[in-house]
C-alpha cells in the first residue's frame, strides 16, 4: 500500500460540545440563579465559582465566577436570559400572592428580637467592649496611681451596658 501524497483533511468548525463564556459575574449566587433560569429552560450549564471561592476574602474581588454553556447552545442560552430578564422587570408585586396573615398577628420583623440590627447576645459584647474601653481610657487618663479606682469605675460601666442590654434585649427600656 503507498501512502497518500494528498494533505490531510482538517476540520477547522468549532466542537459544538466545547464550553463557552455566557457571562462572567460577581457573586456565585448570581451565576447558580442565571444557571437554574437556563437549566428550567432546557440549556444544560455549568458555573465555575472556585476561583472565586479562593479571593473572596479579598472583598474586591471582579467577574471571578464563570457561568458556561455548550457552544451549541450559546446563542439559544443568550435569548432565553434576555427573556427571563425581561419577564423580572415586568413583574407586578401587587398581584403576587404571599398567603395570609394569621388573624390579629403583627407583622414578622426579619430581625426578630433585634435591636438596631444586633441580636440580644451581640448588644451585650458591644456593651462590654465600650465598658472595656471606657474603662482603659480612664486609666490611661487618670495614671498608674489611680488604676485601682478606674478598675472599678470601668466594671460599673461595664456592669450598666450588660443591664441596659439586656434590658433593651427584653423590650423594657
Given amino acids: 500500500m503507498e501512502p497518500s501524497t494528498d494533505p490531510p483533511t482538517r476540520d477547522d468548525s468549532p466542537d459544538p460540545d466545547q464550553l463557552v463564556l455566557l457571562s462572567s459575574v460577581r457573586t456565585e449566587f448570581e451565576g447558580q ?26 472583598g474586591g474581588y471582579g467577574n471571578a465566577v464563570r457561568v458556561m454553556v455548550r457552544r451549541a447552545d450559546a ?72 488604676a485601682i479606682p478606674a478598675a472599678v469605675i470601668g466594671a460599673m460601666l461595664v456592669a450598666d451596658r450588660v443591664i441596659s442590654a439586656r434590658r433593651q434585649a427584653a423590650g423594657r427600656r
Wanted: aromatic share 6%; no cysteine; hydrophobic share 50%.
Fill in 75 to 146: 446563542a439559544r442560552a443568550v435569548a432565553l436570559l434576555k427573556e427571563v430578564r425581561q419577564d423580572s422587570v415586568d413583574l407586578d408585586w401587587d398581584r403576587v400572592d404571599v398567603g395570609e396573615m394569621e388573624p390579629g398577628a403583627p407583622p414578622a420583623s426579619p430581625f426578630g428580637r433585634r435591636r438596631g440590627g444586633l441580636s440580644p447576645t451581640l448588644q451585650i459584647i458591644r456593651a462590654v467592649g465600650w465598658g472595656l474601653l471606657s474603662a482603659t481610657m480612664l486609666m490611661w487618663a487618670l495614671g498608674e496611681q489611680m
Fill in 33 to 58: 440563579a442565571m444557571a437554574a433560569a437556563l437549566r428550567d429552560r432546557g440549556v444544560p450549564v455549568k458555573v465555575f465559582a472556585a476561583a472565586a471561592a479562593g479571593v473572596s476574602w479579598e
